[in-house]
């Protein structure tokens, strides 16, 4: 018989360690005279039940984050660097901060990633835009987003606060915004970013960067670094700074080529007549025509339906701005640069316009046909500071010389 105080429980609360066993558990029975306060225990089982399931719901954004590039990686035939892996735990992290049910403005950090050419610097972003489950987002080249600001300045110049007013337009209630590809040459653009990035920051936007360059790198001239500070300091200061390395060129792998238009063009030379015929290409030197490209008037030697054609001459050599380019990409899928020359004999500003304009047509994925007189290798050479991005871009092209069969 159990000792006084003990109680024999009802089979249904009997423990057991097999199947068929039935075990008699002694609990100390309560005291008859049992306080008429009700149990806090429902309260507390409330409130620990919901801290319990509070970080598995916000942690539930950074597997999304994880899986997505697990599962793209998987299908490219990819094999994540250390470096690569980093930056994705780092992202799901500030996927987890920016999307709980209480996140605080500011509650994420912002994060520029910087490294060599073919590194999957834009592979991250771009996978970080498309997995993370927020509507307010936009993914931007920094070109093209830099010439909106322009206008849209210009545009609100009355307006006491015209950056404010400008942002308001291009970026409503957006919260994550993505900029690949972010450089500075000019001293000019160099001051407004450092106005740009203070009014990202105090909206409480989650900024993600990519470039080629550490943010000491960026604006390189010796004349002008030290007044681009400022900016390289709020860098420091509000964004996760990030290496992007590994031994691969990521461009480098055909797998990766398949969706994208621009992999499929090609690099033509010398450009014979013959060549040019058997491929249904223009003839050197022939006829141009006026093409009205917002106040500016460009010579083409194609204009046709959604085809244009230049010279490099008459694009390159000429003023011509990003925002020309941009315009032309919005009306023309296919392009014809015709008579690449040797770059590194051309001025810094014309290599640098050639940079530039292969920047916008891979950007926007156009289909391009670049012909010069010597092999690809050959004719890039040169000086400018960003040429070895523009070296990696155009080795995706087809090369087609004098000795390749035809196709």
Not at 373 to 394: C, F, K, P, V
């Amino acid at each position: 018989m159990p000792g006084r105080g003990l109680v024999k429980l009802p089979r249904r609360f009997q423990g057991g360690s097999g199947p068929g066993t039935i075990g008699v558990t002694p609990l100390a029975a309560l005291p008859p005279n049992r306080s008429l306060r009700p149990s806090r225990w429902p309260r507390l089982r409330a409130f620990f039940g919901k801290a319990f399931a509070r970080p598995a719901a916000s942690t539930s954004h950074g597997r999304v984050i994880h899986e997505y590039f697990r599962h793209k990686a998987h299908d490219q035939g990819y094999t994540l660097s250390h470096s690569q892996q980093r930056v994705i735990d780092y992202m799901a992290q500030q996927a987890n901060a920016l999307l709980q049910p209480d996140a605080k403005p500011n509650a994420s950090r912002s994060l520029y990633l910087y490294g060599a050419v073919g590194r999957g610097k834009s592979w991250l972003l771009d996978g970080f835009f498309r997995a993370i489950p927020l509507a307010e987002k936009q993914r931007l080249h920094f070109h093209d987003f830099f010439t909106q600001l322009h206008q849209g300045m210009f545009r609100h110049r009355e307006q006491p606060d015209a950056l404010q007013a400008t942002l308001d337009e291009l970026l409503n209630d957006c919260r994550v915004l993505c900029f690949d590809e972010f450089h500075v040459h000019d001293i000019g653009d160099a001051m407004l970013i450092t106005r740009l990035f203070k009014a990202l920051f105090q909206r409480g936007i989650l900024l993600l960067v990519t470039s080629n360059y550490a943010p000491q790198g960026l604006l390189p001239n010796p004349l002008y670094h030290a007044r681009f500070k400022p900016v390289i300091d709020l860098i420091a200061s509000r964004m996760q700074v990030m290496e992007v390395g590994g031994p691969h060129d990521y461009r480098s792998q055909p797998r990766s080529h398949s969706q994208q238009v621009f992999t499929q063009g090609r690099y033509l030379w010398p450009g014979s007549e013959q060549q040019r015929l058997s491929l249904g290409l223009p003839r050197r030197n022939g006829p141009t025509s006026a093409l009205m490209v917002g106040a500016r008037q460009l010579q083409v030697r194609l204009c046709e339906q959604h085809s244009v054609g230049f010279a490099f001459s008459d694009l390159c050599e000429q003023p011509t701005a990003v925002m020309d380019y941009l315009e032309l990409s919005r009306r023309f899928d296919h392009w014809i640069i015709d008579e690449l020359p040797e770059l590194g004999e051309c001025p810094i500003a014309v290599q640098q316009r050639f940079i530039n304009l292969i920047d916008v047509l891979y950007d926007q994925d156009k289909h391009l046909t670049l012909i010069g007189e010597r092999s690809l290798r050959e004719s890039l050479g040169g000086n400018a500071i960003d040429l070895a991005r523009t070296r990696s871009r155009l080795g995706q092209l087809q090369e087609i010389s004098a000795d390749t069969p035809p196709g």
